[in-house]
């Protein structure tokens, strides 16, 4: 059987990054966490992930530079990253954009959103049940801090 895909989540706050986690995992999908920039690097380059959904508030290094430095190396620079912010879309977000980054999602996030976006660009391994076949989502809006 052909490994699950891998989705790497950077989220500094706790519980959020745990919600996103669990819906993630329950999708089909194996997750790798970072709490912060600098150990997203860490992350991306340890646990080789198809894509990574990208705070844009860290600590440390915010999500868009932290972007840029996976773009910027090439071991990381193929892997495609989507920012979930609470931010409005702005400096950071076009910073973001610029550096690489696909899209911008804003949170709080509708989990079928969710689903959708990383289906669309890393659909998962044998996943073909429809969203409404399956069990419900432990949250219909995920609550996230910036
Ligand atoms: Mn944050």
């Given at each position: 059987?052909?490994?699950?895909r891998?989705?790497?989540i950077?989220?500094?706050?706790?519980?959020?990054?745990?919600?996103?986690?669990?819906?993630?995992?329950?999708?089909?999908?194996?997750?790798?966490?970072?709490?912060?920039?600098?150990?997203?690097?860490?992350?991306?380059?340890?646990?080789?992930?198809?894509?990574?959904?990208?705070?844009?508030?860290?600590?440390?290094?915010?999500?868009?530079?932290?972007?840029?430095?996976?773009?910027?190396?090439?071991?990381?620079?193929?892997?495609?990253?989507?920012?979930l912010?609470?931010?409005?879309?702005?400096?950071?977000?076009?910073?973001?954009?610029?550096?690489g980054?696909?899209?911008?999602?804003?949170?709080?996030?509708?989990?079928?959103?969710?689903?959708?976006?990383?289906?669309?660009?890393?659909?998962?391994?044998?996943?073909?049940?429809?969203?409404?076949?399956?069990?419900?989502?432990?949250?219909?809006?995920?609550?996230?801090?910036?």
């Amino acid at each position: 059987m052909a490994r699950k895909r891998k989705i790497l989540i950077v989220e500094d706050n706790d519980d959020c990054r745990y919600l996103l986690a669990l819906f993630i995992k329950r999708l089909g999908y194996d997750v790798a966490e970072a709490a912060t920039g600098l150990a997203a690097l860490d992350q991306a380059r340890s646990t080789e992930p198809d894509l990574i959904l990208m705070d844009l508030g860290l600590p440390g290094i915010p999500g868009d530079e932290a972007t840029a430095r996976l773009k910027a190396n090439p071991p990381t620079s193929h892997i495609p990253v989507l920012i979930l912010t609470a931010f409005h879309d702005g400096e950071q977000t076009n910073r973001a954009l610029a550096a690489g980054a696909l899209k911008i999602l804003h949170k709080p996030i509708d989990g079928t959103k969710l689903q959708a976006v990383l289906q669309q660009y890393v659909p998962a391994e044998g996943e073909a049940t429809p969203v409404a076949a399956q069990e419900a989502p432990p949250a219909r809006r995920l609550p996230c801090l910036p």
